[in-house]
């Protein structure tokens, strides 16, 4: 029989022979030590089971047009999307593109994550003076879930039956779908995509260690 079942065991029984308040402290312990250990687990870019996450999709870097840019991007009348060449850029706020729209004559500014394709930028109309289109977001794609599992996101907490430790809100959606390694559209406009399974939480035997050893600290502590 598994030595560390057993040990679960006998530490279920020593938590039920708690009080109310005193079971209520430890399991709210154990709930942010194991929300803690999974955030690490997340910053390494492993499953549960030691293996590495799947690695992003790479993604095809903007091509340069010398301060011009190209792509096709969302028709308003929710039709096929119209291809952009936008010169004179500059970077707005957030993701935001401000520049000149060469077929609507004018200033228009564009969210660069609806932008659908990036395209060559034609050759008359690159601008030999500007410089080179380059894409932001430089710690997000350092490591993945680094929003998704900071504390304002991936909570713990205590009720009736235990503890829990999890996602809250919208996100939960979002982590579910990597968890599970499902479908799903990367925005409202975006084609449906298959993303690989990447599970965000589980328990490891090291977790189970670290919550034996918080219970056995709390009742060594003589409460």
């Known amino acids: 029989m ?15 022979n708690l009080s109310n308040g005193q079971r ?4 709210r312990k154990m709930a942010r030590d194991l929300a803690n250990s999974q955030r690490r687990r997340i910053a390494s870019q492993r499953q549960p089971d030691g293996s590495s996450f ?19 991007y969302p028709s308003g009348g929710g039709g096929e999307p119209r291809k952009v060449i936008m010169k004179s850029f500059t970077w707005g706020t957030g993701s ?4 000149y729209d060469i077929e609507a004559g004018a200033i ?4 660069r994550d609806k932008i659908v394709k990036w395209l060559p930028v034609p050759e008359e109309h690159r601008n030999r003076g500007g410089g080179r289109l380059r894409r ?29 430790v999890g996602f809250t809100g919208k996100v939960s959606q979002i982590a579910d779908v990597h968890q599970r390694g499902l479908r799903d559209r990367p925005s409202l406009r975006a084609k449906a995509v298959s993303y ?23 009742l060594a502590a003589g409460v």
């Open 108 to 111: 228009r500014s564009f969210d």
């Open 54 to 72: 799947a690695p992003r999709k790479p993604k095809t870097p903007p091509i340069s047009g010398r301060g011009a840019a190209c792509f096709l």
């Open 136 to 164: 932001r977001g430089g710690l997000r794609r350092r490591a993945m879930f680094r929003r998704l599992s900071s504390a304002r996101f991936l909570r713990s907490g205590i009720d009736d039956q235990g503890f829990w």
């Open 2 to 16: 598994d030595d560390l079942a057993d040990l679960e065991r006998i530490a279920g029984a020593m938590l039920r």
């Open 24 to 27: 209520r402290i430890v399991m």
């Open 196 to 218: 690989p399974k990447r599970e965000l939480l589980g328990d490891t035997p090291a977790d189970r260690g670290l919550l034996l050893d918080t219970l056995y600290s709390h």
């Open 96 to 99: 935001m593109m401000i520049g």
